[in-house]
């Protein structure tokens, strides 16, 4: 398979509108995980992203007559600037087809350069389906993101580089993989020119449709695909890309989206720029297979997609980078209501910081705190405190996994509701962000239940989390969640989870 791409590849005609890209040394890292690590700085490309290879490379080997029609694709945003781009340089129309999810920094830079920018679905899917319609109606020339030979060529002169820059042993490659073509290309390149390099492929665990298919031995199609990544965020592995994929890729990591946050962090602790999620994979990938491995002094590479991020995500990058990286643990401890029992607890804490704090009067014997701090980087600095604390008699509920906690009891706790509050229910909920998305889906709540509790935050992502506490009677509680499933906001019951119940609840027979 690596034969079928080798050609293509030394012809592929990219940099018209692409640039050799330099492959960094992150020095920052590479001490601290005691290996040799390079990042190949594919933000640095004119738009930001290494998409503008293969878009370009495919757009300009079409005839005069199929450019004539005009071109058209589907994208969450990297593609489509690079189609953008291309159509551009080679003076011909395109129409771009994204979901209404896209960051809006994508969507600006698509428009400023000329292109025409459909925004249709919530997923890439409804996007794609929209812009095969304007195939048939129109007949454009459409132009795939990842599954065509054209494009992953384009995208394998990314491995073309790193090798000619990096002369000496590399060890392993990691990729960020979405539909496939970045990593198809890469893996098609090295492994005809050095099979004893690892490709090693890098998913978020929202949308890992390649670990899917590895697993089942075949392209499956994911039920549902988070859209923190919104690079990547894709149901199912192209075809020509899984043919490539399923013979040449290494192994597959799936890295969560606390564990790209802290992966943003260290790229711009390193290079100074700030990586999108999905451009972020490799390195975080990269990380997990050394914790693994326990390998050291090798050279690894990990190439960094993209920087289209739009700048208020960054407010929940920040927040979630040290609970990603390990350097902070959030507990629920139970300390005497005296005084001075915070400053006994502080200082068993001794010179770890303490980056939250939260409580409110509940009785007279015991205080429930809700606290943040800063441990060492690993799980030996969370098991050395957690014991520290047991050890002196301090009841202590580990919370540093808990999502609820993360993303809404953490901006809650203010005390239990009062005991007036019975038959409380407490869901959760994610949709799609976009105007008026909240008001939508309290229009499908409707007022037959009374909401208790509600906690909405936008934090920059693609999609709106809700936490909403509602007095339902138990016989009611499954009409309730199969009547929010049909309407497209499905409901997550989380009345059983510790630190609800611990900070918030109040009728304890729920």
Same mark, same amino acid.
């Given at each position: 398979?690596?034969?079928?791409?080798?050609?293509?590849?030394?012809?592929?005609?990219?940099?018209?509108?692409?640039?050799?890209?330099?492959?960094?040394?992150?020095?920052?890292?590479?001490?601290?995980?005691?290996?040799?690590?390079?990042?190949?700085?594919?933000? $640095?490309?004119? =738009?930001? /992203?290494?998409?503008? #290879? &293969? !878009?370009?490379?495919?757009?300009?080997?079409? +005839?005069? %007559? *199929?450019?004539?029609?005009?071109?058209?694709?589907?994208?969450?945003?990297?593609?489509?600037?690079?189609?953008?781009?291309?159509?551009?340089?080679?003076?011909?129309?395109?129409?771009?087809?994204?979901?209404?999810?896209?960051? $809006?920094?994508? =969507?600006? /830079?698509?428009?400023? #350069? &000329? !292109?025409?920018?459909?925004?249709?679905?919530? +997923?890439? %899917? *409804?996007?794609?389906?929209?812009?095969?319609?304007?195939?048939?109606?129109?007949?454009?020339?459409?132009?795939?993101?990842?599954?065509?030979?054209?494009?992953?060529?384009?995208?394998?002169?990314?491995?073309?580089?790193?090798?000619?820059?990096?002369?000496?042993?590399?060890?392993?490659?990691?990729?960020?993989?979405?539909?496939?073509?970045?990593?198809?290309?890469?893996?098609?390149?090295?492994?005809?020119?050095?099979?004893?390099?690892?490709?090693?492929?890098?998913?978020?665990?929202?949308?890992?449709?390649?670990?899917?298919?590895?697993?089942?031995?075949?392209?499956?199609?994911?039920?549902?695909?988070?859209?923190?990544?919104?690079?990547?965020?894709?149901?199912?592995?192209?075809?020509?890309?899984?043919?490539?994929?399923?013979?040449?890729?290494?192994?597959?990591?799936?890295?969560?989206?606390?564990?790209?946050?802290?992966?943003?962090?260290?790229?711009?602790?390193?290079?100074?720029?700030?990586?999108?999620?999905?451009?972020?994979?490799?390195?975080?990938?990269?990380?997990?297979?050394?914790?693994?491995?326990?390998?050291?002094?090798?050279?690894?590479?990990?190439?960094?997609?993209?920087?289209?991020?739009?700048?208020?995500?960054?407010?929940?990058?920040?927040?979630?980078?040290?609970?990603?990286?390990?350097?902070?643990?959030?507990?629920?401890?139970?300390?005497?209501?005296?005084?001075?029992?915070?400053?006994?607890?502080?200082?068993?804490?001794?010179?770890?910081?303490?980056?939250?704090?939260?409580?409110?009067?509940?009785?007279?014997?015991?205080?429930?705190?809700?606290?943040?701090?800063?441990?060492?980087?690993?799980?030996?600095?969370?098991?050395?405190?957690?014991?520290?604390?047991?050890?002196?008699?301090?009841?202590?509920?580990?919370?540093?996994?808990?999502?609820?906690?993360?993303?809404?009891?953490?901006?809650?706790?203010?005390?239990?509701?009062?005991?007036?509050?019975?038959?409380?229910?407490?869901?959760?909920?994610?949709?799609?962000?976009?105007?008026?998305?909240?008001?939508?889906?309290?229009?499908?709540?409707?007022?037959?239940?009374?909401?208790?509790?509600?906690?909405?935050?936008?934090?920059?992502?693609?999609?709106?989390?809700?936490?909403?506490?509602?007095?339902?009677?138990?016989?009611?509680?499954?009409?309730?969640?199969?009547?929010?499933?049909?309407?497209?906001?499905?409901?997550?019951?989380?009345?059983?989870?510790?630190?609800?119940?611990?900070?918030?609840?109040?009728?304890?027979?729920?």
């Amino acid at each position: 398979m690596a034969d079928n791409y080798i050609k293509r590849i030394l012809e592929a005609n990219v940099y018209d509108v692409a640039v050799e890209s330099p492959l960094s040394e992150a020095h920052f890292l590479s001490e601290r995980f005691e290996n040799i690590i390079k990042i190949k700085r594919e933000d $640095e490309q004119p =738009v930001y /992203s290494f998409k503008c #290879r &293969g !878009a370009y490379n495919c757009i300009s080997r079409k +005839s005069p %007559e *199929e450019l004539a029609k005009g071109i058209v694709t589907a994208s969450a945003g990297n593609h489509a600037q690079g189609v953008a781009l291309s159509a551009q340089k080679l003076g011909i129309k395109a129409t771009i087809v994204m979901p209404r999810t896209t960051p $809006e920094i994508k =969507v600006a /830079s698509v428009r400023a #350069r &000329g !292109a025409k920018a459909v925004l249709h679905g919530d +997923s890439f %899917e *409804e996007a794609f389906a929209h812009s095969q319609k304007l195939v048939e109606e129109k007949g454009m020339t459409y132009i795939h993101p990842y599954d065509d030979p054209d494009v992953i060529a384009g995208q394998g002169t990314i491995a073309m580089e790193i090798l000619r820059q990096e002369t000496g042993p590399i060890h392993a490659i990691f990729v960020p993989v979405g539909g496939g073509g970045l990593i198809s290309g890469v893996a098609a390149y090295v492994k005809y020119l050095r099979p004893d390099i690892k490709v090693i492929g890098v998913e978020s665990v929202e949308s890992a449709c390649l670990a899917a298919a590895m697993a089942a031995g075949r392209r499956v199609t994911l039920p549902s695909v988070g859209i923190f990544a919104d690079g990547v965020a894709v149901a199912q592995i192209g075809k020509h890309t899984w043919q490539v994929c399923k013979d040449l890729v290494d192994e597959v990591i799936t890295v969560t989206p606390d564990e790209l946050c802290a992966a943003i962090k260290d790229i711009f602790d390193d290079t100074r720029s700030v990586a999108e999620p999905s451009g972020a994979l490799g390195v975080a990938g990269l990380k997990k297979y050394v914790d693994r491995e326990g390998v050291k002094g090798q050279t690894l590479i990990a190439i960094e997609s993209g920087a289209n991020v739009n700048f208020d995500r960054l407010r929940y990058v920040s927040e979630t980078a040290e609970v990603g990286e390990g350097r902070e643990m959030i507990m629920a401890v139970t300390i005497p209501e005296k005084a001075g029992s915070f400053q006994t607890f502080c200082n068993i804490l001794g010179r770890r910081p303490i980056t939250e704090f939260n409580y409110r009067y509940r009785d007279e014997k015991n205080a429930q705190i809700y606290v943040g701090v800063k441990v060492a980087e690993g799980p030996q600095g969370k098991q050395e405190l957690l014991e520290e604390l047991e050890n002196k008699g301090y009841p202590v509920l580990n919370l540093t996994d808990d999502d609820i906690s993360k993303y809404h009891i953490r901006h809650m706790v203010g005390g239990h509701a009062p005991d007036s509050v019975k038959n409380e229910i407490l869901c959760h909920a994610e949709f799609p962000e976009r105007p008026g998305a909240l008001l939508g889906f309290l229009k499908k709540l409707g007022k037959r239940w009374n909401i208790t509790m509600f906690h909405y935050r936008n934090h920059g992502a693609a999609s709106g989390r809700v936490l909403v506490g509602l007095q339902v009677d138990k016989a009611e509680r499954k009409e309730l969640l199969n009547d929010m499933a049909e309407a497209g906001y499905p409901l997550q019951d989380e009345s059983d989870n510790p630190a609800y119940k611990l900070f918030l609840r109040g009728d304890q027979d729920a």
